[in-house]
């Protein structure tokens, strides 16, 4: 995440900044619970507490 967001700050092409951020954004939304890392925000310790 780090990385793509470096090339989108550092790029000077309109469109390969475009395409950098557009990863980025997708990689956030894919982090959340509605995205395709739900295994990431569940865990052992997450369903004890509730």
């Known amino acids: 995440m780090l990385e793509i967001t470096t ?7 309109p469109t390969e900044k475009a395409t950098n951020y557009f990863l980025y954004a997708t990689g956030l939304y894919n982090m959340t619970y509605y995205g395709n890392a739900r295994v990431v925000s ?3 310790i997450g369903k004890r507490n509730r």
């Open 42 to 44: 569940s865990s052992v």
């Open 7 to 13: 090339k989108a700050e550092s790029s000077t092409d």
